[in-house]
């Protein structure tokens, strides 16, 4: 480290950076990170933690509900906005302590406050400057806001965690998984609410029957769901808001949340200066081992815009990790990377969807089923799951899973260790189910959807 203050600076302390950090100090290397906000990054406080425990508080009006048809009387039950939003800052408050602690307990040196690139290997954090051989960029992204008039009174995700109180009525701009997600969450919450997406259907790039088939869902719900249709401005009015839609409606609402995108943090950070290179989005380019354009410079996690995911964005690290302080070279796989939406239904999918497996593989054999989760049953509730596998025909290998419904997530992670190990439809065949689950159906569906064209479900 001859000339240097660190062997690693980092800049950004979320999962990928403080991974990063960690597992490089653990190889003797000296460490330090600097975080501008507070150490854990989007996903722990302001991202998929805190959604998570909004998203189980908004599911228990329906479990009262559906207790009834299971026997039991439960009283009118009520709920506390800001009981729930302080016990969640509480659990982040925890989170934050215990990053900072695994952080202290590896041997980091961490900083609070805004760094920036004097040069390849120069770091500034407020008054204080330091050298180092490798520099990390870790710095996720951010909400964008779309440019019509009257945005300046709405907000983002961020800002959802820390209303005051619940708004009786909520428009959600968006349709993808951030807009998908707080639309059930509100609507659990007892908001009424409305989602605008400009496209024809929610969830653009996920396979076609997740979408039709949650879309569906939500709108039984009470979700009232408006496609094709943007929003032209927003009007601010003496007690709410008037916002006003491309063809000719109006909504009054309380609340207008913008979910229709996020954007590299990449803000002052000198990247340009020292000559990083960076894409049309402002997303920083590296290669496969995560290395920018400046050799002594890499970058992980939403920041590069590949697989916007919290454990993308720690493997990715890690890969970082072994290749620069470990001698021991690798990619991270970006393959078959799994992801939920913890919607209402939730959606579990990994693999390649039936667009992608058509262009990739030619012919297919498909396997759908659509059912009546046992629970509801007993409970009444008119709620579907959809399960769909996707195998090569001359392969026989699943290619693709797809579901909609409860406990999706939980399952369709089982399911991504046997897509990454290359398990064809016949190794599902052979595998036993477990009875009475859901998750059986993966394994027992033996026939499939009639002609190699078969059409998604509506």
Known sequence: MAGYDYDLFVIGGGSGGVRGARMAAGTGAKVAIAESYRYGGTCVIRGCVPKKLLSYASHFHEDFQDAAGFGWTVPQPSFDWAQLIANKDQEIDRLEGVYEKLLKGAGVEFYHGHARLLDAHTVEVGEQRFTAKTILIATGGAPTFPMEPGWEHGISSNEAFHLEELPKRVVIYGGGFIAVEFAGIFN????????????????????????????????????????????????????????????????????????????????????????????????????????????????????????NLTPVAIQEAMAFVDTVFRDSPRAMDHADVPSAVF??????????????????????????????????????????????????????????????????????????????????????????????????EFVTMREPIPGDQAKAAE
């Open 343 to 440: 919607s209402h239904p939730p959606v579990g999918t990994v693999g390649l969807t039936e667009l992608q497996a058509r262009e990739r593989h030619g012919a297919l054999v498909i396997y759908r089923s659509t059912f009546r989760p046992l629970k509801h049953t007993l409970s009444g509730r008119d709620e579907k799951t959809m399960m769909k596998l996707i195998v090569a025909k001359d392969t026989q290998r699943v290619v693709g899973v797809h579901m909609v419904g409860l406990d999706a997530p939980e399952i369709v992670q089982g399911m991504a260790v046997a897509i990454k190990a290359g398990a064809t439809k016949q190794v599902f065949d052979a595998t036993v189910g477990i009875h009475p689950t859901a998750a059986e």
């Open 188 to 307: 659990g919450l007892g908001s009424e609410v409305t989602q605008v997406y400009r496209g024809p259907q929610i969830l653009r790039g996920f396979d076609d029957d997740i979408r039709n088939t949650l879309a569906g869902e939500i709108v039984k719900k009470g979700i009232n769901l408006v496609v094709e249709t943007t929003i032209d401005r927003i009007e601010k009015r003496e007690k709410d808001l008037l916002v006003h839609l491309s063809d000719g409606s109006q909504i009054e609402c309380d609340v207008v949340m913008a979910a229709t995108g996020r954007s590299p943090n990449v803000h002052n950070l000198g990247l340009e200066e020292v000559g990083v290179a960076l894409a049309e989005n402002g997303a920083v380019k590296v290669d496969e081992y995560s290395r920018t354009s400046v050799d002594n410079i890499y970058a992980v996690g939403d920041v590069t815009d590949r697989i």
